[in-house]
């Protein structure tokens, strides 16, 4: 079994304010994980609601860093870009980490290439 197989898959949502954008994008993510054959543990899905994309402080995120820190999460799946921030520095701050931690991180609104 290849490292992609054997991953544990985590999702994470952000919402500002409308709750309602929460199942949008849970099912966007669940969507592309049926497609792509895998599902998300439920002790693993991340969800920020009411919280501000240029804030790194948010209590769903700073657990998810944790987890994928301690080798938990093989691969993340995220609605788009701007759900994990707002501001270029920090995306690149968190896709560096993600990436140095050894999770592959798929974002959903994007081409499967890309």
Known sequence: MN?????????YVRVACDCAAIAGQLE?????????????????QFIDKGCS????????LRKLREVAADGRVGRLYVASPDRLSRRIGELDLLMGEFQRCGVELRFVEQPRGA
Request: charged fraction near 40%.
């Open 3 to 11: 490292k992609t197989e054997s991953a544990r898959v985590a999702i």
């Open 28 to 44: 966007a993510i669940e969507e592309r994980l049926r497609d792509d054959g895998l599902h998300a543990d439920p002790e693993l």
């Open 53 to 60: 994309g240029v804030a790194l402080e948010r209590a769903a």
